[in-house]
């Protein structure tokens, strides 16, 4: 079974700009949660969405948004780029109830200049 | 108090010897646990889930929940150098759905 698949894997950008990234989850789950890591901060909790739906969000500023597709396919957005978004981005799906556990993605490493 | 708490470490232990994590949480109706090992520039991997009271154990793995002290851990028997990575306790605080992280124990295995 494939595992979570997060595109791309680096990304570069300039403050000012917007970013998209991408998860495609494990055939079968329906829930995506998204997650920014720095070192500092460790794991912060950025959304969660399930059947299309956002379910949880964390604290995080309204330049960060997501989707889910009907293919529980993800995507998360970035705008307005800050020196301060520069982060492991992490997506994890799961089969969406308390206790099934998160199975993550590679992540995709943004680095804003 | 954070909502969960791990000591971040470093935690230092000798090959061969047991290595003891350990993770409080906030909420006391929380039912799920688990526990996670990141290598460094690697993301998270699942290694134990437990939600009842007691040990649960896999291979040289040993997750321990006592949800009256809002405690849960992880023992390494036979501690090997692979062990060497940081380790992540998450639970599902109030029952919302979404896995709350500690900040991780970054663990050393000394050969």
């Known amino acids: 079974k494939a595992g979570v698949t997060q595109t791309p894997r680096y990304l570069i950008k300039t403050r000012g700009q917007q970013v998209t990234l991408s998860c495609s989850p494990i055939?079968?789950?329906?829930?995506v949660s998204w997650y920014q890591q720095t070192p500092g901060q460790g794991l912060q909790f950025l959304f969660e969405?399930?059947?299309?739906?956002?379910?949880n969000k964390g604290n995080f500023p309204g330049r960060f948004s997501g989707r889910q597709f009907s293919n529980s396919r993800s995507e998360m957005n970035v705008s307005t780029l800050e020196l301060g978004d520069s982060a492991l981005y992490l997506c994890?799906?799961?089969f969406g109830r308390g206790e099934s556990p998160l199975h993550f993605g590679n992540g995709t490493r943004l680095t804003v200049t | 108090q954070k909502e969960v708490e791990q000591n971040s470490g470093p935690l230092s232990v000798p090959e061969g010897a047991i290595a003891s994590l350990n993770c409080t949480y906030s909420d006391r109706g929380s039912q799920s646990f688990f526990w996670y090992r990141q290598y460094s520039g690697k993301s998270p991997e699942l290694i134990m889930s437990i939600y009842s009271n007691g040990d649960k154990e896999d291979g040289r793995f040993t997750a321990q929940l006592n949800k009256a002290s809002q405690y849960v851990s992880l023992l390494i028997r036979d501690s090997q150098p692979s062990d060497s990575a940081t380790y992540l306790c998450?639970?599902?605080?109030?029952?919302?759905?979404?896995?709350?992280f500690g900040t991780g124990t970054r663990l050393t295995i000394i050969p």
């Open positions: 055939s079968g789950h329906r829930s």
């Open positions: 998450a639970v599902d605080l109030f029952g919302n759905e979404k896995l709350t």
């Open positions: 994890a799906s799961s």
């Open positions: 969405y399930f059947s299309e739906t956002q379910r």
